[in-house]
């Protein structure tokens, strides 16, 4: 028998094309022995579509011709199973109904990363990897990110966050204020976008409005924090849960102060037509892994990695990015990404652990999630509108609970 | 005229398909045999039974002898006795604990024995001095049932061959699956519950649910609910007869076993306790020929007379067998032991009271370790182990102090063992209350004199609820020097509960033993 495992990709976000690009990826690399992919397309408009023709990434260069051959897709829940309907071609033949074990959202970004599809998932009663909808909200948002982590005792920079309301309103006092409490040089950026959209570096006062601006196209809030002079890039995978977690070898961005177009930072890689080989994805960026760092500051930034991971409560695989100062020889959190472009898969193949081990790894976790669920999350199975006797004089607070 | 015997067998049929009912739920929960429902019926069978035809015969007699003169005197009495019928079906329905589950083979039976009496009543247009006795004789015994029985007989026994090998194909087609087959005279069942458990922490498990431990139920969850990420399928197997065990090992061929008892359950059909024996450990003869191993209750003097050779590891309370229990005391806060598990131990905390649930967690935890489960995630997934409702259960009561709810238990056996668990709250003033125990029959004074002698030397009080009730118990409690005083007889539950109100402190462990209302603390 194999698992049906829905992935799920694309989705009302700006990363809707990484998404697919690490989600193909993925398709490409899942052990078709053990695993039935279903493919489900979340349109830019947020419908489902589903087809073999989305498993490879060659047809997703003409679009209109990709999704006149899909077919549109919803979820149903039927007893204890959830299933994939798939909306029939023909006037007079019934819908197709596949029953789903696993759903495996490959998504960024907002509307789908930051707990929504999580959201989604848990409320079908899918078991499904990654983060759970609380981490993932938390992972999405870089200013409750900021404050959980603080709340842990973690390295964080400080920062200010402003709404746009209140930063149009009065732009002066607002600028005054970044200047005052963060002081430049100084990074703008959305409070809940990832793969770089919308983040300004900011030298001086008169490029302030500018980043501001750009900032609050993509979220009503914004957030600065100084920026580090003497900068690196460090990032770091973490698989597992809160109950058990494990970090990867550390990477390096190469040009990380530069901010990369989608076509840079993700299409950069072959053009080979096969599915799941059509794009590197991440794993095309310039990068140097392992990350050429001194023993006792890689296990300072794997420890840390894994303590990040358990204070959002993260599950599945996440990759954090470090700041580190190298004049002050310090280390800053800097984010999360939740589902991380390829899943971070380059870290964990230079840890020893190949694509589909990876995949088989987070089904497990997955499972194990939803069983943890099962053994403590009980309804109650009697109806207790049906013991009349409970209204009497106790009235519904009256009983006690052992 | 033949319109009037056509009516008149109508309505006899209606009638028919109504007795039915309860002849088919006889059937069903003697799993469809023939042979085991008329066991049922010997047993059931009364001089009541007489009168019943008796008076079906008089009346088709009399309406015979009316026809020539009244002839609507016949359908008139075959609508009474089809009224009488639809009352009894449904009182009998209401009231049955176990009701008539409408299965898909239910339903091809209702059909066939329709078709048969749909037959009956053409008849009659043809030969109504054979049709009508024959339509009369259907509901006053279960001819019908039978002729249906045998007339889908083939096509069940080809559906469940069909069902059967799918089963097994699923299986087959599961290659990283893990088969642990449970069985035992008692404690097959919490055994398997906390198995579950257990094994959660680490695998994605599928047990039968309820007391599915026929071939048909097996096969059933095989079939709806195992999943390509199940790792380890747990399935109870229940035997009435020997033979059953096997039936159900060459259906999922478990690998390991667990055996938890061997009693005299079942004994009209096994005929000696010998041949209970065997058959339960026809799941250790399968497991064993492949190399597996079987987990046995090392308690149970019969088991461990049989349990010698390769494969066979045993679990109990005795420090000698490879896993067990000791150290075993009881708090507020539940039963805690030390588990040992071969070279390792560890001290478990439950909320579970009781020796029979000590041992269920001691079998399940020696299996559960063996399939890779490691102590430190038993001992945190025994310590969430949760009680069925009013069995033992441990609850806070009125201010503070301690209730074990035993409200459901009807077992002799059962009371004895909950009393004991009171008095193994040390330190704490222990008051039992009870009605006693009811619908024993013979067995029913000596059980509550038993209860009585055994609650008056542990408990400080003693509240005895209904004054005919309490005679068995309050005349064994006299024989003891367990002061009158402390001796509580009132009318209502609530009488009871009023004067716990007054007495109960955090000091205090009530025990709440047998038929007691369920609403009575929430």
């Not at chain 1, 679009?63 to 007079?92: E, H, I």
């Not at chain 1, 200013?143 to 966050?161: E, N, S």
């Not at chain 1, 700041?323 to 898969?345: C, H, K, Q, W």
Request: glycine content about 8%; hydrophobic content about 45%.
């Amino acid at each position: 028998m194999q698992t049906n495992l829905a992935v799920f990709f694309g989705g009302r976000s700006v990363e809707h094309e990484v998404s697919v690009i690490s989600a193909v990826q993925a398709m490409g690399q899942i052990n078709r022995d053990a695993y039935r992919v279903l493919p489900i397309y979340i349109k830019k408009s947020g419908e489902l579509v589903t087809g073999d023709v989305l498993f490879d990434i060659e047809n997703y260069r003409d679009l209109p011709a990709l999704l006149r051959q899909t077919r549109p897709a919803s979820l149903v829940r039927r007893g204890d199973r959830t299933f994939l309907r798939v909306a029939s071609r023909g006037r007079f033949s019934k819908d197709e109904e596949t029953p789903i074990d696993l759903a495996f959202p490959i998504v960024h970004g907002t509307n789908c990363e930051d707990g929504t599809l999580q959201g989604y998932l848990e409320f079908l009663g899918l078991p499904y990897i990654g983060c759970d909808v609380a981490a993932s909200a938390v992972g999405m948002d870089k200013a409750v990110f900021k404050a959980v982590m603080q709340q842990a005792g973690l390295p964080v920079l400080p920062c200010v966050t402003l709404r746009a309301r209140a930063y149009f309103a009065d732009r002066e006092a607002a600028q005054k204020r970044l200047a005052d409490e963060v002081g430049f040089p100084m990074v703008v950026k959305p409070v809940n976008l990832g793969s770089s959209v919308g983040i300004t570096k900011v030298s001086d006062p008169q490029a302030l409005d500018d980043a501001a601006s750009l900032a609050f196209s993509f979220s009503d809030r914004i957030l600065a924090e100084p920026a580090v002079s003497a900068l690196r890039e460090i990032n770091c995978a973490v698989l597992g849960d809160a109950d058990g977690c494990e970090a990867s070898v550390c990477e390096e961005p190469l040009n990380a102060d530069e901010i990369l177009s989608y076509e840079n930072k993700y299409l950069g890689g072959g053009k080979s037509g096969k599915a799941g080989q059509g794009s590197k994805g991440m794993a095309s960026l310039d990068r140097k892994i392992p990350a050429d760092l001194p023993k006792q500051t890689s296990e300072e930034i794997r420890a840390l990695a894994c303590a990040v991971f358990r204070a959002i409560g993260a599950s599945g695989v996440a990759r954090i990015d470090f700041l580190l100062d190298t004049r002050e020889n310090r280390v800053y959190v800097n984010e999360i990404n939740t589902i991380p472009g390829s899943l971070a898969f380059y870290l964990w193949e230079a840890s020893g652990l190949s694509y589909p081990a990876l995949i088989d790894r987070l089904a497990d976790l997955a499972f194990r999630r939803q069983r943890v669920r099962e053994t403590t999350l009980f309804a109650i199975e009697t109806n207790l509108l049906s013991n009349a006797s409970g209204f009497g004089a106790k009235g519904a607070k009256g009983s006690k609970r052992a | 005229m033949e319109l009037t015997l056509f009516l008149t067998a109508l309505l006899c049929a209606v009638s028919a398909c109504f007795a039915l009912t309860r002849q088919l739920q006889m059937l069903q929960q003697n799993s469809y045999y023939p042979r085991r429902y008329f066991g049922w019926l010997r047993k059931a069978f009364s001089p009541l039974c007489v009168v019943s035809f008796l008076w079906h015969a008089g009346l088709a007699a009399l309406c015979a002898f009316l026809l020539p003169a009244a002839p609507f005197v016949a359908p008139l009495a075959a609508a009474f006795l089809l009224a009488v019928r639809v009352v009894r079906a449904r009182k009998l329905q209401r009231r049955s604990i176990k009701k008539l589950v409408f299965t898909a083979r239910v339903k091809r039976l209702y059909a066939a024995a329709a078709l048969l009496l749909a037959a009956l009543c053409v008849g009659t247009l043809f030969c109504w001095q054979l049709s009508i006795p024959l339509l009369l004789c259907s509901f006053a015994t279960p001819l019908p049932l039978l002729a249906a029985w045998a007339l889908t007989l083939p096509f069940e026994r080809a559906v469940a061959r069909h069902y059967r090998n799918d089963a097994r194909r699923i299986l087959r087609e599961s290659p990283g699956l893990r088969v642990v087959g449970i069985t035992g005279s008692y404690g097959k069942t919490g055994t398997k519950f906390i198995l579950a458990r257990l094994l959660q922490e680490r695998f994605n498990v599928v047990a039968t649910p309820e007391s599915y431990n026929t071939p048909m139920g097996v096969v059933r969850t095989v079939r709806e609910r195992l999943r390509p990420q199940t790792q380890i399928f747990l399935c109870e197997m229940g035997a009435k007869k020997p033979g059953d065990i096997r039936e159900i090992c060459e259906i999922v061929d478990p690998f390991f076993g667990v055996i938890t008892a061997v009693g005299p359950q079942h004994l009209e059909t096994f005929g000696t306790l010998s041949r209970v024996a065997e058959t339960k450990f026809e799941l250790a003869d399968w497991c064993r020929a492949r190399g597996g191993s079987v987990f046995c209750n090392g308690d149970n003097a019969e088991i461990r007379s049989r349990a010698t050779g390769d494969g066979f590891r045993l679990y109990g309370t005795d420090a000698q067998l490879e896993s067990h229990a000791q150290n075993i005391r009881y708090s507020a806060q539940g039963a805690a032991f030390d588990l040992v598990l071969g070279d390792e131990t560890v001290a478990v905390q439950t909320r579970l009271l009781g020796m029979h649930n000590v041992l269920n967690i001691t079998g399940a935890a020696a299996v559960a370790y063996a399939l890779g489960v490691p102590i430190t995630d038993l001992q945190y997934a025994i310590s969430q182990l949760t009680p069925t409702p009013h069995r033992l259960e441990l609850k806070r009561f009125l201010s503070g102090s301690t209730l074990i709810d035993d409200a459901y238990n009807a077992n002799p056996e059962g009371c004895l063992e909950a009393v004991r668990v009171l008095g193994a709250f040390a330190g704490k003033r222990k008051i039992l209350v009870t009605p006693g125990l009811v619908e024993l029959g013979a067995q029913e004074y000596e059980a509550n004199y038993q209860l009585g002698l055994a609650a008056a030397g542990v408990c400080d009080e003693i509240v005895l609820v209904g004054r005919h009730r309490a005679v068995p118990l309050a005349d064994a409690i006299a024989t003891t020097d367990f002061p009158a005083a402390s001796l509580h007889i009132v009318d209502r539950f609530a009488d009871a509960l009023a004067w716990l109100q007054t007495v109960a402190d955090a000091d205090t462990a009530v025990l709440f033993e047998n038929d007691l209302p369920d609403n009575y603390a929430g």
